[in-house]
């Protein structure tokens, strides 16, 4: 039954819980997949409506929104976004068809030539047949595979927001030009934009790194180096209290506690496989001298547990009744990881907690 506020009756003893709003992840949700990655379109056309110099790189959808890459010489402001979000509204309410096109190579090419997009043409070249393009109109295309909405009209200009610019390279890698990164997010009604925001501000006040200053639980020192907490006195209670529960709540259910140590031989990775694949995320393996640095022999940081838990599994002979064997550590583990786009260019590093393992 929907009960109807009764005007003159005390809105205190009629009122409703407010219906919880549902902010599905982008990968959850088909209509957010294509609206994000339309609007994200949509935003570079008004970026480079407004910003002719401004280049387009890639613009995928991500969890609670999208973004998008420009090569811009100057930096896009508050006042930019605020310009760009209006012109996008104006392209949403111009609903033009969002149409596929289906391109040889060599037509792709030429076309990224007229306009002079080096970046499509990088792109390109990674590409796979078919070669997609699609038109917002006729007036702006890019290289995409979709899925995309039928129209702009189908974007609600009341529930898209830009958030913020950040730094970021192209590939990602530090070597090569330095471009601006767009956030922001698009939702199927203004309801769904407004929960979004205000959970964001929610989330803001309760960021750890604000509670852990404010309540005086661990600090950041600039000697030690930038994501290297030191947990204070107080800070170290609580945290015990909090792997105590943790520590019972794992035996319940049948994991082991061990304890590995911080760093091994860089052979353990080679065999994980870590090092091929994630050498450059690591911190750099500690060799005894040249000659070792050379052979590659020395030791590493560990940037995962399990491959220590593996040669714990491997220590004795098992039987199959054992399985799942389930060992867990409240391990730190160290990656030398670019920090993400946010903060475009520092290496931080970075630790994670508990490490179940299974066997
Ligand atoms: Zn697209």
Known sequence: M???????????????????????????????????????HVMAMAVQKLFPKAQVTIGPWIENGFYYDFDHPEPFTEKDLKAIQKEMVKIVNRKLPVTREEVSREEAERRIREINEPYKLEILEGLQ???????LGDQWWDLCAGPHVANTGDINPKAIELENVAGAYWRGDASKAQLQRIYGTAWQTPEQLQEYKRRKEEALK???????????????????????????????????????????????????????????????????????????????????????????????????????HIQIYKSELRSYRELPLRLAEFGTVYRYEQSGPRTAGCRIPQRRGFNPVRV
């Not at 047949?129 to 699609?134: A, D, K, L, S, V």
């Not at 259910?253 to 061990?258: A, I, N, S, T």
């Open 2 to 40: 929907v009960q109807q506020p009764v005007q003159g009756q005390d809105s205190a003893a009629s009122a409703q819980p407010p219906e919880k709003i549902h902010l599905p992840r982008t990968s959850e949700s088909e209509p957010l997949k294509k609206i994000r990655h339309t609007t994200s």
């Open 129 to 135: 047949e078919p070669i997609t393009i699609y038109h």
């Open 206 to 308: 309760r960021d750890h790194r604000k509670l852990g200053k404010e309540l005086g639980l661990f600090i950041f020192a600039d000697p030690v180096g930038p994501g290297l907490p030191l947990w204070t006195p107080k800070g170290t209670v609580l945290r015990s209290l909090l792997e105590d529960f943790l520590k019972q709540e794992q035996i319940k259910r049948g994991y082991l506690p061990v304890v590995t140590p911080h760093i091994a031989r860089v052979d353990l990775f080679k065999t994980s496989g870590h090092w091929q694949k994630y050498k450059e995320d690591m911190f750099p393996m500690m060799a005894e001298d040249a000659e070792a640095a050379v052979a590659e022999q020395g030791f590493v940081l560990k940037p995962m547990n399990c491959p220590f």
